[in-house]
């Protein structure tokens, strides 16, 4: 009998279901697209130092899924929290981003902060607003917010970010591509390249030049001579002053001010190495060595280097005076570490009322009226030799006009500047009647950035851009026997303190003119030391200048950029 057929077993094995995805789907970046869009605007247009591997990682921790397991309130709640903890990251890179300086050398300086004056500080807060800016970006936006209606931002975000990826390496795809194609002509084409070919500026090339700069500025020094037996004694005025370059003074129209027409010598390309005053002033004390890099400055250097002290060597009497009580950030107690004394008028002895005061509050006295006084003091001295250390502050920014009711009003610069060359000017004027044998020396401390720039606003000096170091430096003789009239000598090319110091040697090295003989310029001014590079450093940051372009390190361990136009 045949079996009958035994029904199927059903199987035990569940049935397989489909597994819930492990993410959700891909989001966009809401609001944040603003954000990378303005930010991408501004560093386009140099506004900006865009750190682009920072970006794109914040980038990416917004765009992350989150997991699907989380529904409901707890999804919200993660999204909510993400985005918390991305508010004040974003708000942390945004500040990175920016040319500002950074928040720890704001906390450094918090002491000198708290010094500056209510007005002052209104001031600085207006000029960080740009309200040209501010309006671009804000039509901007809302045009953006209207055409999100048919267009996915989040593409057009992560389209720039890709471009600012990209646009680094295209000029180097681009070489590569042309190299085959370019191969036959190669080798005639580089025979008939110039020999003086300049390289280009890659950042290893940039150290070694700065590091063969240093190697170099340090070997050289001025050699002081005794003065020849029967040379004619004469005075040293070195006016030093805060604030005044060759950019501020085309900004404020007065670059061909009648003052500068009188000089005997103008330096065409002085570079002040800094645009901080302390450093600027140690720097000028020490003229007598070359450009040493900025960690060195308050470090002991060879006595041979303090060019105060080796006019004191020569038998002048050595005298330091100020317009102002310049104890801001040590400054004061800076100078008298360098060899100078104390000042010959002390503030509590100026016959006249102060005309400013200085944006920390401090009474500041107009240059005529305490050159003027000096000056009547130095003729009732017996000394046969005497050399001044001058330093004004009353182009420093923030400073103020008092007013006879006690209150006081904005000083603009240009009323300021063209009142400081018309007293200098003036002195000039008294100097000549006195028939004093003379030798004037202007040497600006530093710019004031009347300009400013997309890394720096008016008046910001935390940047040593070329427009804040090249300053008008010169000299001007007094009753030294040569024609007065003379339009002024131009030193074309790079200088700096040392050449200042070498033209100082070889004025006290002068013998005595014999009847009828002319003064000569030409000994004095040949083979004067000159800049090979353009190396100025405030702090930590470095500016490099090479022919019209200028590179910038944020610090040792930053990348070289250029600095933006």
Request: glycine share 6%.
């Amino acid at each position: 009998m045949p079996h009958a057929s035994r029904p199927a077993r059903p199987s035990r094995r569940p049935a397989r279901t489909p597994r819930p995805p492990q993410w959700v789907a891909w989001g966009g970046l809401g609001a944040w697209n603003y954000y990378f869009l303005g930010k991408l605007a501004l560093a386009l247009s140099g506004h900006l130092n865009f750190h682009l591997l920072l970006n794109l990682a914040f980038a990416a921790l917004l765009l992350l899924p989150l997991p699907a397991l989380l529904r409901g309130a707890t999804l919200r709640g993660v999204e909510r929290l993400r985005t918390l903890i991305a508010i004040p990251l974003g708000i942390a890179l945004l500040i990175k981003d920016t040319w500002f300086p950074p928040i720890a050398r704001l906390l450094e300086q918090r002491d000198a902060l708290q010094a500056f004056s209510f007005d002052y500080l209104l001031t600085l807060g207006g000029r960080f607003i740009n309200w040209d800016l501010l309006g671009s970006l804000f039509v901007a936006g809302v045009l953006l917010w209207f055409l999100s209606q048919w267009l996915r931002l989040t593409t057009f975000t992560l389209a720039g970010l890709s471009w600012m990826v990209i646009a680094p390496l295209w000029p180097q795809v681009q070489t590569q591509a042309q190299q085959p194609a370019a191969s036959a002509t190669t080798v005639t084409a580089a025979a008939q390249l110039p020999t003086q070919a300049v390289p280009l500026l890659d950042p290893a090339t940039l150290d070694q030049q700065v590091a063969h700069f240093f190697e170099q500025q340090a070997a050289q020094k001025t050699r002081f001579q005794p003065p020849p037996e029967g040379a004619p004694p004469f005075d040293i005025l070195m006016l030093q002053i805060c604030s005044l370059s060759w950019d501020d003074l085309t900004m404020a129209g007065l670059q061909d001010h009648p003052l500068f027409k009188r000089m005997d010598v103008l330096f065409d390309q002085f570079n002040t190495a800094t645009a901080y005053s302390g450093p600027a002033s140690i720097r000028t004390l020490r003229a007598s060595c070359g450009q040493p890099p900025n960690t060195q400055l308050y470090q002991n250097t060879d006595e041979d280097c303090y060019l105060f002290k080796n006019l004191a060597h020569l038998g002048f009497d050595v005298q330091l005076q100020l317009n102002n009580l310049d104890d801001f950030d040590g400054y004061l107690d800076a100078l008298l570490a360098q060899g100078l004394p104390n000042m010959t008028i002390p503030e509590n002895r100026f016959t006249a009322a102060p005309t400013m005061s200085t944006f920390d509050g401090k009474p500041l006295w107009n240059d005529a009226h305490v050159l003027q006084q000096w000056w009547a003091l130095r003729l009732q001295q017996d000394q046969p030799r005497v050399a001044l250390f001058y330093d004004s502050i009353s182009l420093h920014d923030g400073n103020r006009y008092r007013l006879a009711g006690g209150g006081s009003r904005n000083a603009d610069y240009r009323s300021r500047a063209q009142t400081l060359l018309d007293n200098l000017e003036s002195f000039f004027d008294t100097l000549e009647r006195s028939g004093r044998r003379t030798l004037v020396v202007l040497v600006p401390e530093h710019g004031y950035n009347l300009r400013g720039d997309r890394m720096q606003i008016t008046g910001m000096r935390d940047i040593p851009s070329p427009a804040t170091t090249h300053v008008p430096a010169g000299i001007k003789l007094i009753g030294w026997g040569h024609a007065q009239n003379d339009a002024p000598r131009h030193i074309t090319q790079p200088s700096s303190y040392l050449a200042i110091s070498e033209l100082i040697a070889r004025l006290a090295a002068q013998r005595s003119l014999e009847a009828g003989q002319e003064f000569q310029w030409q000994p004095l001014l040949a083979d004067l030391p000159t800049l090979p590079l353009w190396v100025a450093e405030n702090g930590s940051v470095m500016v490099v200048q090479q022919g019209q372009e200028a590179y910038i390190r944020l610090n040792p361990q930053s990348a070289w950029q250029a600095y933006p136009r």
